[in-house]
């Protein structure tokens, strides 16, 4: 050992222990880095290089039953910065401007804030093109979001709802099927490049978005416009506070068009009243008037207390009961139960009642569905109203069977005849067909659903044919279509105000189905305050269901008008019934069959058809035809209802 070891020993000592302890504490920080806090200090690596971002799925789509969109989506884009991360001010102001059309001044402000966090724009449009130059700019985030539209403005916007700004149903069927509609979010994880900006990587966690289901609904988009324009245009003509209707496939419940007016648009639904977003048909109960006969007729019948000879005093349309003075609008003296289902008798209805009693009536009022929901797949329905029976006074049972104390919604009373057109069957309606995923798979699928049998097939035979008599030349004849055996019943109902029922004030409703024979279609049709003298179903509603039905069978080729009767008795009742008709100097209803009076034919009327239908109309009538031009029928010769012999020509100019 040299004297300079000696002399440094102790030095020696002290820096060899300052180094092994200077080792010994990196080596116990390492450790506690790695071992005891290896997680945290992983996870704030994790935060500052990589970057987990939403990528939003795009909402499930609404269809008619023809597969036309009733909705679509649009991409819309958010730009947002913290702006004391941008470098390129200039640049990334001078695209925006471009893409918004705002003053390039109005981004530069932007951007040179002190604030962390600043929105350069939402919701806008912007091509691929821009996406692509706006990927450059270092420090700007894109956000991807679907904006919903409705391509056909008020058309089925009741039904159809809205969405929020974040894309939840509020409203409507998007409301009502969000949770199929929403679909599931995804991920992406981006890494920061060399470049210091964030790209993705395939070997980073990647969670795809599952698109919303997409639903098929039971409506038809051009039934559901006619609807639409006929109620408004009806509405404007009678000065009514509003229109409501329906048109429902009667043999299965499918609805096919369902509205409302006024409506409004639901791209810009918060520019309309609110109490113009719901859907009347479902949420609006009234008293239905004369169309609700059909319950004490059919409870007749059915329960054996009547017979269709026997005839009632309809008391030449003034009656005293029990206290209340009860009207008809035309007086009659003696009716049978068809002849005043055909002119819709008060009188004669009550009489009837009378015979069945408040037990039945209520029983067959229940089994018609009234005062319960139709459970349609939607939700906003009324149940409606009924008493029951022990809460009846002495002269309910008198006004319930000629449809008043008693509250319905347009669904109701449209399911109820209904189970008339189908030969006795009550339905459930529904108004979507399916709905399914992405790949085509169906999560859920309606189909027809019966409830009950009403009553048998030859007692609703019967009511149907009484139902047929109303439109061949009773109060609905402003309902008939030539050709199509329509069917209905008019209703006019006075508004209950202030305790008691207005002179001023009514429902004007129709109900009617074609062809009678078999049924393809069926709609209900409700005005509300319409003016006089269009108060009256048979003038009012009437003449609305009369102009929604040309439209559509002229427009749908699937629509076919019924066989030509050959039976001659029943040609020689339908004569007897018309020349009656004349003689109490009455305009002269088409037949909705041909009718052959002296080997004559009663020219059909296919104006506004086309050629497919108007040749089968025609020849159908046992006529020759001659065609000028092609298209729709503009107009004929002979003219529509003139009686020719057999085998004689009409000539159909088409346009």
Request: net charge positive; proline share 4%; hydrophobic share 35%.
């Amino acid at each position: 050992m040299t004297k300079s070891y000696t002399k440094f020993q102790s030095r020696i000592r002290y820096v060899s222990l300052f180094i092994v302890l200077f080792w010994m504490t990196i080596c116990a920080k390492l450790f506690s880095v790695q071992v005891f806090q290896g997680k945290t200090h992983q996870k704030t690596l994790i935060a500052q290089s990589q970057r987990r971002e939403n990528i939003p799925a795009e909402r499930g789509n609404i269809f008619d039953r023809n597969g036309d969109a009733l909705t679509r989506n649009i991409a819309h884009y958010t730009l947002s910065v913290n702006p004391s991360k941008i470098n390129e001010k200039e640049i990334l102001a001078q695209l925006v401007s471009q893409i918004t059309t705002k003053p390039k001044s109005h981004y530069i402000k932007k951007l040179n804030s002190i604030k962390s966090f600043e929105y350069l724009a939402r919701n806008i449009r912007i091509s691929q093109e821009d996406l692509k130059d706006l990927g450059d700019i270092n420090g700007l985030h894109v956000s991807k979001k679907y904006r919903r539209s409705y391509p056909h403005g008020m058309v089925a916007s009741q039904l159809l709802g809205y969405n929020d700004a974040d894309g939840k149903g509020i409203s409507g069927i998007e409301k009502d099927y969000n949770e199929y509609l929403i679909g599931t979010k995804g991920t992406t994880t981006k890494s920061i490049g060399w470049t210091g900006k964030f790209q993705n990587r395939s070997d980073l966690p990647n969670i795809a978005p599952i698109n919303g289901d997409d639903i098929n609904l039971t409506i038809d988009l051009n039934y559901q416009s006619i609807l639409q324009e006929e109620l408004n245009k009806r509405m404007l003509e009678t000065s009514a506070k509003s229109a409501m209707g329906v048109i429902i496939n009667p043999q299965s419940g499918a609805i096919l068009a369902m509205s409302s007016v006024p409506s409004f648009d639901n791209n810009f639904f918060s520019e309309y009243q609110i109490n113009q977003h719901h859907c009347k048909v479902l949420t609006d109960q009234f008293e239905p008037g004369s169309t609700f006969k059909i319950v004490a007729a059919t409870a007749a019948l059915a329960e054996n207390k009547i017979n269709l000879t026997e005839e009632f005093n309809c008391e030449e349309g003034e009656f005293d009961y029990f206290g209340s003075t009860i009207k008809d609008h035309e007086p009659h003296g003696q009716l049978n139960t068809a002849q005043i289902i055909k002119y819709s008798s008060n009188i004669g209805i009550i009489k009837i009642a009378e015979r069945i009693g408040s037990n039945s009536l209520y029983k067959y009022a229940k089994i018609f569905g009234f005062g319960t929901p139709t459970n349609i797949d939607i939700i906003g329905e009324t149940s409606g109203k009924i008493k029951p029976e022990r809460q009846w006074s002495r002269i309910s049972l008198g006004q319930i069977s000629m449809g008043h104390e008693v509250a319905v919604n347009t669904l109701q009373l449209a399911v109820a005849f209904s189970a008339i057109a189908n030969h006795g069957y009550l339905i459930k309606p529904f108004i979507i067909d399916k709905i399914y995923n992405q790949d085509k798979k169906i999560k859920l699928q309606n189909s027809a659903l019966v409830k009950r049998k009403i009553a048998n097939e030859e007692i609703i035979l019967e009511i149907k044919n009484m139902l047929r008599q109303v439109v061949v030349d009773g109060t609905g004849s402003e309902a008939d279509i030539p050709g199509w055996e329509v069917a209905g019943k008019t209703g006019t109902a006075q508004k209950y105000i202030s305790g008691k029922y207005s002179n001023d004030h009514f429902i004007s409703n129709f109900v009617g189905f074609l062809p009678a024979s078999n049924p393809k279609l069926l709609s209900a049709i409700i005005l509300d305050e319409p003016e006089s003298p269009m108060h009256w179903g048979g003038q009012g509603a009437a003449v609305a269901f009369k102009r929604i039905m040309q439209r559509i069978i002229n427009m749908d080729d699937s629509i076919s008008p019924p066989e030509k009767k050959s039976d001659k008795k029943e040609n020689r009742l339908t004569v007897s019934r018309q020349v009656r008709t004349e003689n109490k100097n009455k305009s002269f209803p088409m037949s909705l069959s041909t009718i052959h009076v002296d080997k004559k034919t009663r020219v059909p009327d296919a104006i506004g058809m086309s050629l497919k239908k108007a040749i089968k109309i025609i020849s159908g009538a046992g006529l020759k035809l001659k065609i000028n031009g092609s298209g729709m029928v503009i107009s004929q010769t002979p003219k529509p209802g003139k009686l020719i012999k057999n085998n004689e020509v009409c000539t159909l100019t088409l346009r």
